[in-house]
């Protein structure tokens, strides 16, 4: 355990696997949910629980108030992209060229991607701190003062003197006061992906298209004959089934640099509601199931899933969707809807935004500073309004 009091009184500490027993967590609810996930995470390694994520996970703890999962790296190139900038911005990247038609363009974005890729093994691109890290594709922020983020960066720099500090998952609609505190302290904003945003419970974000798509969607349910299920009917032996209907989507049709989750990672939330699980069952058989959680009153979804091997015409994913979009609507959140199926979520409301990951380098040797000052450059020029053109 590592302490720090800064010139504003902001008190820091940080626990790895040897001290995590002597955190004293927050009585509170954001407290007991870190608890509940980080404790395992820390304790036996984020593997058993994200079978891609080669990651050592510690907690912070802000003014005995807040606790900010840290995840610290080396190398690790053939990672989860939510510990692995690499993955992220290079192998994860380059399977996206699938979605381009054209082949002489395809060729030679590949071609960049694969310089990016090694300038970034030369340049220890992997060789980072994530500040706020739960391993999933959206992290959620809580209440941080400018005072505390300045202090989080100092000490993070301390501790970590040849790492890139980096927090992950933010945009100018949600974060947009602590994005511009982030680079106030330094922060260079690198973007990440375009992601979609809906406010379900806001009658003027929904145009009467967006309403009738989502009135039809809900439909299928009955027609369909799905059932929606809630925390409180789920069994341990469903886990197997969850697992398999995440991995055919997400895995399968996605990438294999999504997050692995296990069995052991779904048995932890549904025993301890590390997510919020809903299913939908049919004669008895789970065909589809999310997991979603809130913070700040923003809520989003990292497991989604569904049998693929299933018509397209059953509608396995706009009724999954729907349902997610009536619970977000009930308890009045905002829903973060993550990236992929942009059309699909435009339709029905969602606006897109771009996701940028702040990154702290200005203790790091020059070369490593421009090369995180080069990507910033091109993903802005040339990134950026490819995403936004192609609606991606």
Not at 69 to 76: A, I, K, L, S, W
Not at 91 to 105: F, H, I, Q, R, T
Not at 107 to 112: D, E
Request: with cysteine.
């Amino acid at each position: 355990m590592l302490e720090q009091e800064t010139h504003s009184h902001v008190t820091l500490q940080l626990f790895d696997a040897n001290t995590i027993q002597d955190l004293t967590w927050p009585e509170t609810d954001d407290g007991r949910y870190a608890r509940q996930y980080l404790l395992p995470l820390i304790q036996q390694g984020a593997m058993p629980f994200i079978a891609n994520a080669q990651t050592t996970c510690m907690a912070l703890l802000i003014d005995r108030q807040i606790v900010l999962p840290v995840t610290v790296n080396q190398r690790e190139y053939d990672n989860s992209y939510v510990c692995s900038p690499y993955s992220h911005y290079v192998s994860y990247a380059k399977e996206e060229l699938v979605l381009l038609e054209n082949p002489a363009l395809k060729y030679v974005f590949a071609r960049v991607f694969d310089l990016l890729g090694a300038l970034g093994k030369l340049c220890s691109i992997n060789r980072v701190v994530h500040v706020n890290n739960w391993l999933f594709p959206t992290n959620l922020y809580p209440q941080i003062t400018p005072a505390q983020v300045t202090a989080i960066i100092a000490f993070m720099r301390q501790r970590f003197p040849h790492h890139t500090i980096v927090f992950r998952s933010l945009n100018e609609h949600t974060n947009s006061t602590l994005l511009s505190n982030l680079r106030q302290a330094g922060c260079l904003p690198v973007a990440s992906r375009q992601v979609y945003l809906v406010h379900p419970s806001d009658p003027k974000a929904l145009n009467a298209k967006a309403r009738w798509l989502l009135k039809r969607d809900h439909a299928l349910l009955t027609h369909q004959g799905y059932r929606v299920v809630g925390m409180d009917e789920l069994r341990a032996e469903d886990v197997p089934r969850i697992v398999e209907l995440y991995n055919a989507l997400y895995l399968g049709k996605y990438s294999l640099y999504n997050p692995m989750f296990t069995e052991a990672f779904i048995m932890q939330a549904l025993q301890h509601k590390i997510l919020e699980l809903v299913a939908l069952k049919k004669d008895g058989r789970i065909d589809a199931v999310l997991g979603y959680f809130w913070r700040n009153g923003v809520m989003t979804t990292p497991l989604f899933g569904y049998d693929t091997t299933l018509l397209q015409e059953i509608g396995l994913y706009r009724m999954l969707s729907v349902t997610l979009f009536q619970i977000a609507q009930e308890r009045g959140l905002l829903l973060h809807e993550s990236s992929g199926a942009a059309q699909f979520k435009r339709n029905r409301g969602a606006f897109g935004v771009i996701e940028y990951s702040a990154v702290y380098m200005r203790h790091l040797s020059l070369h490593r500073r421009l090369y995180w000052q080069l990507l910033a450059l091109l993903l802005d020029r040339i990134g950026v309004p490819f995403m936004q053109k192609h609606k991606l």
